[in-house]
């Protein structure tokens, strides 16, 4: 059974910084595609920036040059350095992953991934 479990949860102000981890376990091929998801209150979520087997990056307009995601080399933990915070960042944050198969490249910025962590909470202040 695959489990993802986020850390990092954080409160910050404007213009600052944040990391946020992801351990998975439970997979049965090498290098799934991962992401990460924020939904914010009263707001659909959506995907923020993904990294595919081959380690190709996909990330939303918004948050490009600001966030960076990145994986270990076992591909089993999942990384989102957030920087340049700003409170519309604000949300629960997700990370998701899915069978190497399922999705590459900028794609998977709207693939419907099968597995997802519990999500994390980022507050940025004004």
């Known amino acids: 059974e695959v489990q993802l479990e986020e850390s990092g949860v954080g409160s910050v102000q404007a213009g600052g910084s944040l990391r946020l981890s992801c351990a998975a376990s439970?997979?049965?091929?090498?290098?799934?595609?991962l992401a990460w998801f924020r939904q914010a209150p009263g707001q659909e979520g959506e995907a923020v920036a993904t990294?595919?087997?081959?380690?190709?990056?996909g990330y939303i307009d918004d948050v490009k040059g600001r966030f960076t995601i990145s994986k270990d080399n076992a591909g089993r933990t999942l990384y989102l350095q957030m920087d340049s915070l700003k409170p519309e960042d604000t949300a629960t944050y997700y990370c998701?992953?899915?069978?190497?198969?399922?999705?590459?490249?900028?794609?998977?910025?709207?693939?419907?991934?099968?597995?997802w962590g519990q999500g994390t909470q980022v507050t940025v202040s004004s």
């Open positions: 439970g997979f049965t091929h090498s290098g799934y595609s």
């Open positions: 998701a992953a899915d069978r190497p198969w399922m999705c590459n490249g900028v794609y998977c910025l709207r693939h419907d991934f099968a597995y």
């Open positions: 990294i595919d087997s081959d380690g190709r990056l």
